[in-house]
């Protein structure tokens, strides 16, 4: 099993910055893919950015040049530079890994932290 807490969301106006980070514990050694998806109300949950063991970052192209994935090394820290907010960015931002294993994939969620962006 992995753990994941999610923070950094919060109220902003339009044109700032904000950071969230992920923290992952457990069985770090298992996980495949880490990255962020988001989430507004009525919508489907969407990716944002992700990376994976095969050195491959997936980011969505409406984000593209305004919010950029890190990672450490370890895979235990997970972060999302958002900068340049516009109000279509407020939705609930999760931390999500995928465990492979030689039997089945899993998938981990974080509890999600909050963007809202004013205009």
């Known amino acids: 099993q992995v753990q994941l807490v999610d923070s950094g969301g919060g109220l902003v106006q339009a044109g700032e910055s904000l950071r969230l980070s992920c923290e992952a514990s457990g069985n770090i050694s298992s996980v495949y893919a880490m990255g962020w998806y988001r989430q507004t109300p009525g919508k489907q949950r969407e990716l944002v950015a992700a990376?994976?063991?095969?050195?491959?970052?997936n980011t969505a192209f409406s984000v593209k040049g305004r919010l950029t994935p890190s990672r450490d090394d370890a895979w235990t820290r997970l972060y999302l530079q958002m900068n340049n907010l516009a109000p279509e960015e407020r939705a609930v931002y999760y931390c999500?890994?995928?465990?492979?294993?030689?039997?089945?994939?899993?998938?981990?969620w974080g509890q999600g932290t909050e963007v809202t962006v004013s205009s």
């Open positions: 990376f994976d063991r095969d050195g491959r970052t």
């Open positions: 999500h890994v995928r465990v492979v294993t030689v039997v089945a994939a899993y998938d981990y």
